[in-house]
Each structure stands twice: as structure tokens, then as C-alpha cells.
T-cell receptor
Framework: DAGVIQSPRHEVTEMGQEVTLRCKPI?????LFWYRQTMMRGLELLIY????????DSGMPEDRFSAKMPNASFSTLKIQPSEPRDSAVYFC???????????FGEGSRLTVL | GIQVEQSPPDLILQEGANSTLRCNFS?????LQWFHQNPWGQLINLFY???GTKQNGRLSATTVATERYSLLYISSSQTTDSGVYFC??????????????FGKGTKLSVKP
């Protein structure tokens, strides 16, 4: 079975541009998570969904960040407008249930110039 | 909030050596997971272990929830074991299930 699929793998953009990261969770998983990893702050949970419904978005840094999950097989994380401090690796992960075994995608490395 | 501390922060081993990584957490948890991030950045789930002991090949893990710690054992280490090992806990307070709190990791380098 395919794992968590993220795209793009790498994104280089200029400050002020809109960035959209995409994620397809493992089929049958009911929970989806977006994490951000930086050297300074490590792995941080941004937001997670249960059954396509956002449950906890307290980790979303500010209004420039938004996430959607229109159906069980697709989620997006959008940054608008992007800033250099948003540069990081963004991971999507999924699990059968919210406290279940977590499986990560390969990550999207974002560089904002 | 809950604190997750991993030790040691860095570890260098000769291939074939054994090692023990430790994860301490400051409050009760719903579950605990160990992950390996390889040098290419991929995060692989090693163990889902809220309590007890599990083994998978050369790796094993033990969580003693009552004493708030978990150990990851690596036996006969190989160069492919290099990377960062993260412990992550799901705190046991209402309404927050799913918010895994990650430790800062143990960076392991296995030399040939």
C-alpha cells in the first residue's frame, strides 16, 4: 500500500508569493497531521484533522497559514503571503485514529527567498 | 505543558556496538512512539509503545509509563542506523489527543 504522499518535494519561491503544499494520506486513515520542522524549533504540530474536520489548529503560526481537507484523501496547507521565516520542511502524516501510530510523508522542503 | 527529554543528544558508535537511547517525559501519556529520521530526512515509525516491551529485529523498545520513561535499544549497530531518533508522546489530558510532542532527538552516527 502506498504511504503518505506529499507534493511538491521541493519548493523555492520569493517572499510574498502564495505556496500550496499537498498531501494524500494513507487510504483508510482517519487522522491527518501537518508538521513543520526547523533546526531552531524541531518538529512542531501545525494542525490536525479527524474525519476531515480540523480539531486543533493552535500550532498554526498566524493567519497567513491555512489548511483544508475537502475529502478523506486530500489535504492542502497554504501560506499566503510567504515570508523567509517560513522556510522549513513541512511534513504531512496520517494515522488510523488521532492517537494512533503515525506515518509520515517524505516532506516538502520550502525555501522562501 | 509536558516536557520530553532525550539523552544523549549525540552518540557516536563503532559499527557492531550496542546502544541505549532514553526518553523521559514529565507527565502521563496516552501513547509513546519512536521515530528514526534518516540522513535524507525521511521519518520512519519504529515503535508505537505506550507501555511494555517490543522488538523488531535489532531494535527493541521498553516503556515504563508509571516511571515516565522509555528506552530504545539498538544492538549490533550498522551504518544505516545513523540519523536522528525521536521520541514523541501524546499527553494524557483531555481534548488534546493527537498532539504528539516530540523530543529534540538523539543524533546517532555509526562509523564503519
Amino acid at each position: 500500500d502506498a504511504g503518505v504522499i506529499q507534493s511538491p518535494r521541493h519548493e523555492v519561491t520569493e517572499m510574498g508569493q502564495e505556496v500550496t503544499l499537498r498531501c494524500k494520506p494513507i487510504s483508510g486513515h482517519n487522522s491527518l497531521f501537518w508538521y513543520r520542522q526547523t533546526m531552531m524549533r524541531g518538529l512542531e504540530l501545525l494542525i490536525y484533522f479527524n474525519n476531515n474536520v480540523p480539531i486543533d489548529d493552535s500550532g498554526m503560526p498566524e493567519d497567513r497559514f491555512s489548511a483544508k481537507m475537502p475529502n478523506a484523501s486530500f489535504s492542502t496547507l497554504k501560506i499566503q503571503p510567504s515570508e523567509p521565516r517560513d522556510s522549513a520542511v513541512y511534513f504531512c502524516a496520517s494515522s488510523l485514529f488521532s492517537s494512533g501510530e503515525l506515518f509520515f510523508g517524505e516532506g516538502s522542503r520550502l525555501t522562501v527567498l | 505543558g509536558i516536557q520530553v527529554e532525550q539523552s544523549p543528544p549525540d552518540l557516536i558508535l563503532q559499527e557492531g556496538a550496542n546502544s541505549t537511547l532514553r526518553c523521559n517525559f514529565s507527565d502521563s501519556v496516552n501513547n509513546l512512539q519512536w521515530f528514526h529520521q534518516n540522513p535524507w530526512g525521511q521519518l520512519i515509525n519504529l515503535f508505537y509503545i505506550p507501555s511494555g516491551t517490543k522488538q523488531n529485529g535489532r531494535l527493541s523498545a521498553t516503556t515504563v509509563a508509571t516511571e515516565r520513561y522509555s528506552l530504545l535499544y539498538i544492538s549490533s549497530s550498522q551504518t544505516t542506523d545513523s540519523g536522528v531518533y525521536f521520541c514523541a508522546v501524546d499527553p494524557n489530558y483531555g481534548g488534546s489527543q493527537g498532539n504528539l510532542i516530540f523530543g529534540k532527538g538523539t543524533k546517532l552516527s555509526v562509523k564503519p
